[in-house]
C-alpha cells in the first residue's frame, strides 16, 4: 500500500472517531439502510462447550431459523466432518426454506494449494458460500508459513475460482480487528484486493473477541470508506461481554451484513446474540431485518433452539427471557395496571414475550388482581381476599410463588371453583436400594447403582389405573410412574419433559424447629416453559406436589 493510502487510513479513523464521540445515535442514514442476518448457530454456536448436534437437530434448528426469517443459514463445514456433509446432503431433500437461503462455509485454498480445496464446499450445492481467510499479516507468517503475497493470492484466488462457479461468496476476514491495530496496511491491501475479485460481502470477524464498540465502529468505518463499492459484514464474538454492542457499532459504522448465533451461543464466552441484535436494531434503530411480523416470532424461536440444543433458556435474557418484563415490586405493579409503558422499554408482545407480574409478600391485593387478569382467571372480589390471604400464608411457609407461575394459576383456579379434571391419587410410593456396603463409595465414580422404583395408584376417568417404572432416583421414578399411567389416556403427556428440578431445604418462620424442602420443577413441551413447586418436611412429598403441578398445568395448557 503506498503512503498516500496508508494516510488516508489514518484520515478515515481519525473522522471515524470524531463522528462517533460527537454523536451517540444512529447515523442518519441507518434508518433507510437493509442489514441481513446471517446466522451462525448451525457452525459457530455448535462450538460451545456443553453443545452436540446431530444431523436431525440442525435440521431442526434450520427450520426455525427459516421461520424466524434470517437472510442467511449457515449449514456448517462440508467436507470437515461427515456429519456436516451429510446435511448438506439431506438439507437439500428435507428443508423446505422460504425466506432464508442455507450457506456452505469453508476455508480458502490451502497455502500453494489448488483449486481441488474448494470442492467440497461447491459440492454442498448452496448458491451462497462463506470461506474463511486469514487478514493479520503475523497469522500469515507464523500460522500458515508463508509469505503475505501467497496469503493474499489464497484469498483472491479463492473468491475469483467460487465466483466463476456461480456462488454469491462472503469472505470471512478472519482476525482483522486484532489484525488492523497491528498492521492497517497489510490488513486493507487484503481486504481491497478481495473487493477487486469480486466477493459480495467482506466479512470483519474479531476471531478473538477483544475489540470494543468504539473500536469496532471506527475500523468498520474506514473500511468502509477505503472499500465502498463492496458491502461490509461483521462477525463478533463476547469476550469482552460486547458481542452485540459490537454488532450495532458496526451497524452504524454502515455494515449492512451482521453474523452470530440465536441465545449467543458460541465457543468461549459465545458470538453476538443474534435475539438482541435483531430486536435492537428493528425496535431501537428502526432498521427492519426480518420479513415483517416475524419479531414477534422471536421468544418461541429462542426458547425452542434452547431446547433442540439441549440448555435451559436463561430466564433473564434481555427480550426474550421469562424474566424480562417481570415486575415484582409493588409500586411498580400498581402503575403497571394504568399505564404499561411506564416500566417497559418496549413493549413485550413485539417480541413475543409478555408482561409477568411476580407474586411475592411484598404483594399487595392489585399485584394479585393483575396476576389472576394475565392468567385469564376470573376471581371475584371475596375469592380474591381469600387468594391474598392463602398466599401470605404458603409464603410464610416456604412457599415462593415468584418462580412458580404454574402453580400459583393453579392455585387460583383451584380457589375460582376450578377441580383438575385428569386424574385424582389414591397413593403412591418409592423405594431406594443401596446394595454395595461401603464399598460403593468411590469418589472418582458417580454412578453407584442403584434400585429405584416407584409406584403410582389412580383415578383416571372413574378407572383405576395402577402403574410401575423404575428411574435413575425417585423423582425420576415417579415421573416415569406417572408416565406408564397417564400416556394411554394423555398421549401429550409425552412431550413433557422435565429440564430443572431445583431443592433447597429452608428454615422458615413457620417451622422455626424444623427444617422443611423446597422443590421447584421446570417443564418445556418444546413451546412454553412452567414453572411448579412443592414444600413440605419430606423432600420426596415436596417433589410429587411440584411433579403433580406440572403435569395439571402441562394437560390444561394442551387443550384438555
Ligand atoms: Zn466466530
Given at each position: 500500500m503506498n503512503k498516500k493510502k496508508k494516510a488516508r487510513d489514518k484520515k478515515g479513523l481519525d473522522e471515524a472517531k470524531a463522528s462517533s464521540s460527537s454523536s451517540?445515535?444512529?447515523?442518519?442514514s441507518s434508518s433507510s439502510r437493509a442489514v441481513e442476518i446471517y446466522d451462525t448457530t448451525l457452525r459457530d454456536g455448535s462450538q460451545l462447550e456443553g453443545i452436540s448436534l446431530t444431523v436431525n437437530d440442525k435440521l431442526r434448528i434450520a427450520s426455525q431459523l427459516d421461520y424466524l426469517g434470517?437472510?442467511?443459514?449457515?449449514g456448517g463445514w462440508p467436507g470437515s466432518n461427515p456429519k456436516d456433509s451429510e446435511f448438506f446432503t439431506r438439507a437439500k431433500d428435507e428443508l423446505e426454506l422460504e425466506t432464508s437461503q442455507l450457506v456452505a462455509f469453508g476455508s480458502t485454498r490451502?497455502?500453494?494449494?489448488?483449486?481441488?480445496?474448494?470442492e467440497p464446499l461447491i459440492n454442498a450445492g448452496t448458491d451462497v458460500v462463506c470461506i474463511v481467510g486469514k487478514s493479520w499479516d503475523y497469522h500469515v507468517t507464523e500460522?500458515?508459513?508463508?509469505t503475505l503475497e501467497e496469503g493474499i493470492a489464497m484469498v483472491v484466488d479463492s473468491i475469483s475460482h467460487l465466483k466463476k462457479q456461480g456462488k454469491k461468496v462472503f469472505w470471512c476476514a478472519e482476525h482483522l480487528f486484532d489484525g488492523y491495530k497491528e498492521n492497517p496496511d497489510f490488513a486493507m491491501e487484503i481486504l481491497t484486493a478481495a473487493g477487486e475479485a469480486g466477493v459480495d460481502c467482506l466479512v470483519l470477524c474479531d476471531?478473538?473477541?477483544?475489540?470494543?464498540p468504539h473500536e469496532v465502529g471506527e475500523i468498520t468505518k474506514t473500511v468502509l470508506e477505503n472499500i465502498p463499492e463492496t458491502a461490509v459484514g461483521v462477525h463478533l464474538h463476547n469476550d469482552t461481554d460486547c458481542g452485540v454492542g459490537n454488532a450495532l457499532a458496526g451497524v452504524m459504522a454502515g455494515a449492512t451484513h451482521v453474523q452470530g448465533t440465536i441465545n449467543g451461543?458460541?465457543?468461549?464466552?459465545?458470538?453476538?446474540?443474534l435475539i438482541s441484535v435483531i430486536a435492537n436494531l428493528e425496535l431501537?434503530?428502526?432498521?427492519?431485518?426480518?420479513?415483517?411480523?416475524?419479531?414477534?416470532r422471536m421468544a418461541t424461536v429462542a426458547r425452542h433452539v434452547a431446547e433442540l440444543v439441549n440448555f435451559s433458556p436463561?430466564?433473564?435474557?434481555?427480550?426474550?427471557?421469562?424474566?424480562?418484563f417481570a415486575h415484582k415490586a409493588g409500586l411498580h405493579t400498581s402503575a403497571l395496571s394504568r399505564k404499561?409503558?411506564?416500566?417497559?422499554?418496549?413493549?413485550p408482545e413485539k417480541v413475543g414475550n409478555s408482561t409477568r407480574y411476580v407474586m411475592s409478600e411484598m404483594s399487595g391485593r392489585a399485584s394479585v388482581e393483575l396476576k389472576a387478569k394475565e392468567l385469564g382467571i376470573e376471581v371475584d372480589s371475596a375469592t380474591m381476599s381469600e387468594v391474598v390471604d392463602t398466599l401470605k400464608r404458603l409464603e410464610y411457609e416456604g412457599y415462593h410463588f415468584e418462580v412458580a407461575d404454574a402453580s400459583l394459576e393453579l392455585l387460583m383456579l383451584g380457589a375460582s371453583?376450578?377441580?383438575?379434571?385428569y386424574f385424582s391419587v389414591e397413593s403412591f410410593s418409592v423405594g431406594v436400594k443401596h446394595?454395595?456396603?461401603?464399598?460403593?463409595?468411590?469418589?472418582?465414580?458417580?454412578?453407584?447403582e442403584m434400585e429405584t422404583e416407584a409406584e403410582v395408584n389412580l383415578v383416571v376417568s372413574g378407572q383405576q389405573v395402577s402403574a410401575k417404572a423404575e428411574g435413575n432416583g425417585p423423582v425420576n421414578a415417579l415421573h416415569s410412574a406417572l408416565d406408564e399411567a397417564l400416556s394411554p389416556h394423555f398421549?401429550?403427556?409425552?412431550?413433557?419433559?422435565?429440564i430443572d428440578y431445583k431443592v433447597r431445604v429452608l428454615d422458615t418462620a413457620a417451622t422455626a424447629t424444623k427444617a422443611v424442602t423446597r422443590v421447584l420443577i421446570e417443564t418445556t413441551d418444546g413451546e412454553q416453559i412452567w414453572n411448579t413447586i412443592g414444600v413440605s418436611e419430606n423432600i420426596v412429598e415436596a417433589s410429587w406436589q411440584a411433579l403433580v403441578d406440572s403435569i395439571v398445568w402441562g394437560l390444561r395448557h394442551q387443550g384438555n
Amino acid at each position: 500500500m503506498n503512503k498516500k493510502k496508508k494516510a488516508r487510513d489514518k484520515k478515515g479513523l481519525d473522522e471515524a472517531k470524531a463522528s462517533s464521540s460527537s454523536s451517540s445515535s444512529s447515523s442518519p442514514s441507518s434508518s433507510s439502510r437493509a442489514v441481513e442476518i446471517y446466522d451462525t448457530t448451525l457452525r459457530d454456536g455448535s462450538q460451545l462447550e456443553g453443545i452436540s448436534l446431530t444431523v436431525n437437530d440442525k435440521l431442526r434448528i434450520a427450520s426455525q431459523l427459516d421461520y424466524l426469517g434470517v437472510s442467511y443459514i449457515e449449514g456448517g463445514w462440508p467436507g470437515s466432518n461427515p456429519k456436516d456433509s451429510e446435511f448438506f446432503t439431506r438439507a437439500k431433500d428435507e428443508l423446505e426454506l422460504e425466506t432464508s437461503q442455507l450457506v456452505a462455509f469453508g476455508s480458502t485454498r490451502r497455502p500453494n494449494g489448488t483449486f481441488e480445496d474448494l470442492e467440497p464446499l461447491i459440492n454442498a450445492g448452496t448458491d451462497v458460500v462463506c470461506i474463511v481467510g486469514k487478514s493479520w499479516d503475523y497469522h500469515v507468517t507464523e500460522a500458515l508459513r508463508t509469505t503475505l503475497e501467497e496469503g493474499i493470492a489464497m484469498v483472491v484466488d479463492s473468491i475469483s475460482h467460487l465466483k466463476k462457479q456461480g456462488k454469491k461468496v462472503f469472505w470471512c476476514a478472519e482476525h482483522l480487528f486484532d489484525g488492523y491495530k497491528e498492521n492497517p496496511d497489510f490488513a486493507m491491501e487484503i481486504l481491497t484486493a478481495a473487493g477487486e475479485a469480486g466477493v459480495d460481502c467482506l466479512v470483519l470477524c474479531d476471531t478473538n473477541g477483544g475489540s470494543l464498540p468504539h473500536e469496532v465502529g471506527e475500523i468498520t468505518k474506514t473500511v468502509l470508506e477505503n472499500i465502498p463499492e463492496t458491502a461490509v459484514g461483521v462477525h463478533l464474538h463476547n469476550d469482552t461481554d460486547c458481542g452485540v454492542g459490537n454488532a450495532l457499532a458496526g451497524v452504524m459504522a454502515g455494515a449492512t451484513h451482521v453474523q452470530g448465533t440465536i441465545n449467543g451461543y458460541g465457543e468461549r464466552t459465545g458470538n453476538s446474540n443474534l435475539i438482541s441484535v435483531i430486536a435492537n436494531l428493528e425496535l431501537k434503530l428502526g432498521i427492519q431485518v426480518l420479513p415483517e411480523g416475524n419479531l414477534q416470532r422471536m421468544a418461541t424461536v429462542a426458547r425452542h433452539v434452547a431446547e433442540l440444543v439441549n440448555f435451559s433458556p436463561n430466564p433473564h435474557q434481555p427480550y426474550v427471557g421469562v424474566s424480562a418484563f417481570a415486575h415484582k415490586a409493588g409500586l411498580h405493579t400498581s402503575a403497571l395496571s394504568r399505564k404499561s409503558d411506564a416500566y417497559e422499554h418496549v413493549d413485550p408482545e413485539k417480541v413475543g414475550n409478555s408482561t409477568r407480574y411476580v407474586m411475592s409478600e411484598m404483594s399487595g391485593r392489585a399485584s394479585v388482581e393483575l396476576k389472576a387478569k394475565e392468567l385469564g382467571i376470573e376471581v371475584d372480589s371475596a375469592t380474591m381476599s381469600e387468594v391474598v390471604d392463602t398466599l401470605k400464608r404458603l409464603e410464610y411457609e416456604g412457599y415462593h410463588f415468584e418462580v412458580a407461575d404454574a402453580s400459583l394459576e393453579l392455585l387460583m383456579l383451584g380457589a375460582s371453583g376450578w377441580e383438575q379434571p385428569y386424574f385424582s391419587v389414591e397413593s403412591f410410593s418409592v423405594g431406594v436400594k443401596h446394595k454395595h456396603g461401603d464399598q460403593a463409595r468411590v469418589w472418582n465414580e458417580l454412578a453407584v447403582e442403584m434400585e429405584t422404583e416407584a409406584e403410582v395408584n389412580l383415578v383416571v376417568s372413574g378407572q383405576q389405573v395402577s402403574a410401575k417404572a423404575e428411574g435413575n432416583g425417585p423423582v425420576n421414578a415417579l415421573h416415569s410412574a406417572l408416565d406408564e399411567a397417564l400416556s394411554p389416556h394423555f398421549p401429550e403427556f409425552k412431550k413433557m419433559q422435565l429440564i430443572d428440578y431445583k431443592v433447597r431445604v429452608l428454615d422458615t418462620a413457620a417451622t422455626a424447629t424444623k427444617a422443611v424442602t423446597r422443590v421447584l420443577i421446570e417443564t418445556t413441551d418444546g413451546e412454553q416453559i412452567w414453572n411448579t413447586i412443592g414444600v413440605s418436611e419430606n423432600i420426596v412429598e415436596a417433589s410429587w406436589q411440584a411433579l403433580v403441578d406440572s403435569i395439571v398445568w402441562g394437560l390444561r395448557h394442551q387443550g384438555n
